[in-house]
Structure formats: structure tokens, C-alpha cells
């Protein structure tokens, strides 16, 4: 039932987007410029060293697409929703939402999205087999389908720790936490070897930044599957916190137009 919600939702997105060819055009090529600007970025630092945390050249332009294809998935389907959801809430539109015969946490956070978006999904898949080949990694089975597993977890777990952040509106209207959660996220770029050592634990046991890019990425160039236990009860138990922390928030949310 909710799959073929989602497929309804994404199909009428895609229909809307592509009724402004132009503007889809324009997001195509603004996803090309910023990926290839990442890259870029990243090369110059590899200019003043070998290494970066442990990582050579070619493992963090694999952990930089896999961020890519995270942040795409994020900016597709979850931040078209929550990005103004706060404005919904205080201006009573999120009374629609719950007025609507299907969950409403579904609905406010992937009740639409940005298909043009999927393309930096692609190219993150493109970017990280660009870095694999230029690490020279030999890739084995059980490495991929870790990496996959530990990408799909860490969608998850981006998704729940979203929607936590953005149910923060029921207590304090007035509180955007936005800003925070984009730095934050930008650290998932890099390996948290680059950081140190209490920063790097806050990311990784703390604030699951890690998960992002820096574990799948390790897990596809050892071909091991030690972190993807690990990985699937912080997406179960992230999950779990944001069901409850939005059923709490509604009991709080007094419409606006009542």
C-alpha cells in the first residue's frame, strides 16, 4: 500500500516537473556543475598531499560519490517536504496532511519530490565507480552488496534523523534547525579519519555522519560485512525515534486556522 502511494506520488512529480522542461534543464545542469565542482575541491587537496586520514585518491572520490548519492536521494524525495514544513505547521497547511486517509509522517515527509534530483543520484553512482577504478580496488561480492546495504541504511537513517530535527516545530515554532543539519551533513563528504579523535567519535557514535559515506565505503574496499549489522539497527533505532517524537509533537499541534 505505501509503495504504491510512493509511485503515485512520484509519478505525479515527475508528470509537474516535466510541464517546466526549462527549469528541468536548469537543475540538470546546476547537479553537473556542483558534482563536478566537489570533485574538483577534492582533487586540490590531493595536490598538497598523498593522503587524506588514510585515504588515497581514489578511495575519497569513491566516498565522495557515495555522499553525492546520498545527498541525492536526500534532496529528491525528503527535503522537498521538510524543507518548509515548519511554515506549514505555523500557517495551519499541515491540517491537509492530516486530514488525508494515509500515515501522516509519510505524507509530510515524502508526500512530493524532485525527480531532476535522481541525476545526482547517477552521478554519485558514476563518481564512486570512477574512484574504484582509480583506487585500483578489487571488488568482491560481498563488498558490494555491503555497500549497498550500508547506503540503503544510511538513507534511512538520513530520513529519520530528518524528520526529528523538523518535528522540533511542534514545541518551538519559532526554532529552524535547518542551518545546523546542512553543516553537520557537509561533514559526511569527507572520511572521519580526517577529524580528530573526539570529533571523530561525536560522528560516528554520536551523530551518525559516518554512516553516510566513510563506512559503506570502507566496507566496498574490504569486501567485509562487520559494519552492516551495526548500520541496520541505527536505521531501526533512529526510525524509532522519529515515529515517537512525531506522534508526541501531534498531540501538541493545535491547528492555526481553528
Known amino acids: 500500500m505505501v509503495l504504491k502511494l510512493f509511485g503515485a ?26 558534482a563536478g565542482a566537489a570533485v574538483a575541491a577534492l582533487g586540490v587537496v590531493y595536490t598538497r598531499t598523498d593522503t587524506l586520514g ?65 541525476v545526482q543520484v547517477g552521478i554519485g553512482i558514476g563518481i564512486t565507480a570512477a574512484g574504484i577504478v582509480q583506487a585500483d580496488v578489487a ?14 541504511a544510511a538513507t534511512v537513517t538520513m530520513w529519520a534523523t ?6 522540533v516545530v511542534f ?13 553537520v551533513w557537509q561533514f559526511g563528504r569527507y572520511p572521519v579519519q580526517v577529524y580528530r579523535s ?7 557514535y554520536v551523530v551518525p555522519v559516518a554512516l553516510l ?15 552492516v549489522p551495526a548500520a541496520l539497527i541505527v536505521a531501526a533505532g533512529t526510525s524509532t525515534a522519529a515515529w515517537v517524537i512525531w506522534r508526541r509533537g501531534l498531540r501538541r499541534y493545535t491547528s492555526a486556522t481553528s
Open 54 to 118: 588514510g585515504w588515497a585518491p581514489g578511495e575519497a572520490i569513491a566516498l565522495l560519490g557515495t555522499f553525492q548519492l546520498v545527498s541525492g536521494l536526500r534532496t529528491a524525495f525528503v527535503e522537498p517536504n521538510l524543507q518548509w514544513f515548519g511554515d506549514q505547521v505555523k500557517s495551519g497547511r499541515f491540517d491537509a496532511i492530516l486530514l488525508q486517509p494515509a500515515p501522516s509522517m509519510f505524507l509530510a515527509s515524502l508526500g512530493t519530490c524532485t525527480p531532476a534530483a535522481l
Open 162 to 167: 530528518r524528520i526529528a530535527l523538523a518535528s
Open 213 to 227: 559515506a566513510t563506512v559503506p565505503v570502507d566496507a566496498l574496499r574490504d569486501g567485509s560485512f562487520v559494519a
Open 139 to 152: 571488488l568482491s561480492v560481498a563488498g558490494v552488496a555491503s555497500w549497498l546495504i550500508l547506503v540503503v
Open 171 to 183: 514545541w518551538a515554532l519559532g526554532l529552524n534547525l535547518d542551518i545546523l543539519y546542512d553543516a
Open 9 to 34: 506520488l512520484f509519478s505525479m512529480s515527475l508528470r509537474r516537473s516535466l510541464a517546466f522542461r526549462a527549469d528541468l534543464l536548469f537543475e540538470l545542469v546546476m547537479t553537473l556543475v556542483g
Open 198 to 204: 573526539t570529533l571523530q567519535s561525536v560522528l560516528t
